[in-house]
């Protein structure tokens, strides 16, 4: 099958946020539903690679910022791009805390959402957190920002890319080098090889 | 809290379908994602008052046809707004067979997946099918169908409503009367009273 297809299922844009101890962090994800109404709950799914991702497991709570449109490429830079296991994500970033204690940020997202973990799935290299909503406010009435939005206005264009090698249609990253090997996984957003196309 | 925010969470939109022996049947929703990428594998979350449900939960397939925004709100009110208990839903679509045998829509999608359900998470009023994708194809290059497009572009105006009662603001069901009820569920997309506002 044509893998292009799951390109065509919408998502939303999140700085997915949690707060272990005085450690604040966060990261970018764009899975993130309401599952049911009565209870408010929503499942994210989380790459267990990133640090956020065992900072909720171990202390089940967290935030979701909504991204809105006037989200800027750098935002997604310093939460995608780099692990907070060694560096600091919200230094540069302008944030509030929520009454749980976690940030959220308060420019560039027009709500957040705050959540503790009632279950979680094991799903390989992921883990789903179904949680309950427990807090959120509006922000802005800005449109929130899709995936397909973020192709089209904000990730840079790769004009200026070098000219041999292959780049992440995800999340722009450049993979230099004249083969992309079948099992390579993008190190900053974690898809395969097969979301790579030459440059 | 403001459960409005909950409307900022972007969602793309979608004809479930499924098939139980010769009975074909099909609900829309808004909860579709990828959830890993190897394996490829979707969760969806479905009400289990929708018999599509009941026919997923039986069967373990189905395919999701993904809405684009030539969608037409006749579907769905086709897909959304009546039961396949009592009828036959798919007598006025345009449809192919996928190779599991299940519909998928040949007309206002962009593509469509197939999927076999691998394991089930019990949500209360509804069921989180996770699942293999197995199939699928790119039909058109149309944009998906965001639902903030659904309610900006494809839902009607509800100008031409009675004087007396209260919208749901998420599928435009019309209840009449002085008093909505705290605990009304809208008995088309099963959103709570706080999805209501005054006509």
Avoid: W
Wanted: hydrophobic share 35%; proline share 4%; glycine share 6%.
């Amino acid at each position: 099958m044509d893998l292009k297809v799951m390109n065509k299922i919408s998502y939303g844009l999140f700085i997915l946020t949690a707060r272990d101890g005085t450690k604040d962090n966060g990261c970018v994800i764009n899975t993130a539903m309401q599952v049911t109404a009565n209870p408010n709950r929503i499942a994210i799914a989380v790459n267990k690679s990133n640090y956020t991702h065992d900072m909720i497991l171990k202390t089940g709570e967290f935030n979701i910022s909504i991204l809105d449109e006037s989200a800027k490429f750098g935002t997604f830079k310093n939460f995608g791009f780099k692990s907070g296991r060694d560096s600091d994500k919200m230094v540069e970033i302008k944030y509030n805390r929520s009454e749980n204690g976690i940030t959220y940020l308060t420019d560039e997202c027009n709500a957040y959402v705050s959540a503790k973990v009632c279950s979680t799935v094991d799903l390989g290299s992921h883990t789903l957190f179904i949680a309950d909503v427990t807090d959120g406010q509006i922000l802005s009435s800005n449109p929130s920002a899709t995936y397909a939005f973020y192709h089209s206005n904000i990730k840079p264009a790769a004009s200026s890319a070098p000219k041999k090698g292959f780049i992440c249609t995800i999340c722009g990253y450049i993979y230099e080098g004249d083969t992309l090997p079948d099992d390579f996984i993008c190190p900053i957003c974690k898809h395969p090889a097969s979301d790579f196309k030459p440059l």
